[in-house]
């Protein structure tokens, strides 16, 4: 849903409240207080840019325009009582490209998305039981927003039967922006790196062992991965290898380096980011590391 605002200043925030009106349509905005006398500014002016009429602790804005928007407070005297930011709505869809991930399968994730670089935005979770989740701030540069969530009553061993369903709303100098979207956390999941590469030379054969992300949950025989490993020879060809439960391997050819990925083979097949290459000859036998 796109609504149109005035541009009445930059927000730093959401706005705790917020009321949408239909173009040239009446609303009502309350105080939330005990006080039956209040007065009422528009972004901090006494005088409103539209015709209203008050009675005790309701305001009625008489055919919302956009000059009429904005920032409506309350007061007792000197004392502020409540403000409601007020916008104006039509009913058009707006699309966005919203990617979130998750690590593993302990319930959280990350979600990131596009929107106009003057614009602050919230986003609210409903879980895999069913409850909704507060609203969480999202975190924005120069157009780019993020946040991230925590599904407590996320079971890592049972079935999903209920997709997750995150919801948007944001706020610019020009626009209201509301946007839903729904998945499976099984859809988003894409493993951090294995860790923990070590190389022996047994002969004429390198064995290799690893150890999977600190973040992927256990046990292992219940959530397999499957490791993709990527070798070159001298003559720069690269060789694939791929290993599903374990986490050792030989090779035969004589490679120079070595670089790992994974990820979980029964889900979403998203690759884990690769381990940086290390250099074989360099340190046969000592431990490397994945930085």
Known sequence: MLLLLPPVGTLTAFPPKVQVGKLYGDVEVSCNTLEQRVSWTQNGEPEPMAEVVAEGRTLTILGLDLPATGNYSCWAGTVLLDTTYVVVGDMREEGMNISCQAESYHGSFRCSWTGPRSAVFRARLTRSNGSLGEWVPA????????????DPSFCPFAEELRPLQLQLEGLSDTSFLNFSTQFFLHDIVRPN???????????????????????????????????????????????????????????????????????????????????????????????????
């Open 139 to 150: 975190a924005g540069h120069r157009g780019r927003f993020s946040a991230s969530f925590t």
């Open 193 to 291: 790196p294995p860790r923990e590469l070590t190389m022996h030379r047994r002969g004429e054969q390198f064995h290799l062992a690893w150890a999977p992300p600190a973040s992927w949950p256990l046990p292992k025989s219940y959530f397999t991965l499957l490791y993709w490993l990527q070798y070159e020879l001298p003559n720069g060809t690269q060789v694939d290898k791929y290993v599903e439960g374990i986490e050792e391997t030989q090779l035969r050819d004589h490679a120079r380096r070595v670089r790992i990925s994974c990820q979980d083979p029964y889900a979403n097949p998203a690759w884990s980011p690769w381990t940086p290459w290390q250099d074989v000859n360099a340190a046969p036998q000592r431990q490397l590391r994945a930085r």
